[in-house]
């Protein structure tokens, strides 16, 4: 079965790096996108960037393109997901989540399965 | 702030009808497909609706989707206590090749 399994929660300090982790299993890595998407407590969903991993492309939202690094490993069918210089409210799950083809639109947008999510949180 | 808006509520008993509203623009909703995403407490977002009204297999019937010019509707018939939850739309943008916005989601009750 399809399972998306996330690295465990972080508390980090404003100015760091965090790096998540995302291990994929029961299908064929490279034949789906792998998204990120965060929540920020009591706040909706917030689409950050996805790859490909058969070739590593990728596609940053604007307000997160010049902090955000999204990397993969095929060898061991995981992806990551790297936020640095981490502010307050930068404290959120982040979810990984696959992304299979829409036929209608040409993207990789049906997030079909999501992982469980890594609660990150910055404090002093 | 999302480009895209949903009532932030919305409720109804067992057994009722409840529909959610989803409008957004050219670029996103107007272009391209919309989908729904079902989050219960605590837990992470699952697809419900995918390509405006297409249901994943063991998503239960009750649930439907719809897309109008820029705005979309979930509709929920037979309401169930376990569907109380948060519901967001969403689609691909294409004004900056990106980004994939959601709306800004419906807490529904069943009362």
């Known amino acids: 079965q399809v399972r998306l399994v996330q690295s465990g929660a972080e508390l980090k300090n404003p100015g760091a790096s965090v790096k998540v982790t995302c291990k994929a299993s029961g299908y064929t890595f490279t034949g789906y996108y792998l998204h990120w998407v965060r929540q920020a407590p009591g706040q909706g969903l917030e689409w950050m960037a996805w790859?490909?991993?058969?070739?590593?492309?990728?596609n940053y939202a604007q307000k997160f393109r010049d902090r955000v690094t999204l990397t993969r490993d095929t060898s061991i069918t995981t992806g990551y997901m790297e936020l640095s210089r981490l502010r307050s409210d930068d404290t959120a799950v982040y979810f990984c989540a696959r992304g299979g083809y829409d036929s209608l639109s040409g993207h990789y947008t049906v997030f079909d399965y999501w992982g469980q999510g890594t609660l990150v949180a910055i404090s002093p | 702030q999302s480009v895209v808006t949903q009532p932030p509520s919305a409720s109804g008993t067992p057994g009722q009808r409840v529909t959610i509203s989803c409008s957004g623009s050219?670029?996103?909703?107007?272009?391209?497909?919309v989908n729904w995403y079902q989050q219960l407490p605590g837990t992470a977002p699952k697809l419900l609706i995918y390509s405006n009204n297409q249901r994943p297999s063991g998503v239960a019937d009750r649930f439907s989707g719809s897309k109008s010019g820029t705005s979309a509707s979930l509709a929920i018939s037979g309401l169930q206590s376990e569907d109380e939850a948060d519901y967001y739309c969403?689609?691909?943008?294409?004004?900056?090749?990106?980004?994939?916005?959601f709306g800004t989601g419906t807490k529904v009750t069943v009362l």
């Open positions: 969403a689609a691909w943008d294409n004004r900056f090749n990106g980004p994939y916005v």
């Open positions: 790859i490909n991993p058969k070739n590593g492309d990728t």
């Open positions: 050219s670029s996103n909703i107007g272009s391209n497909p």
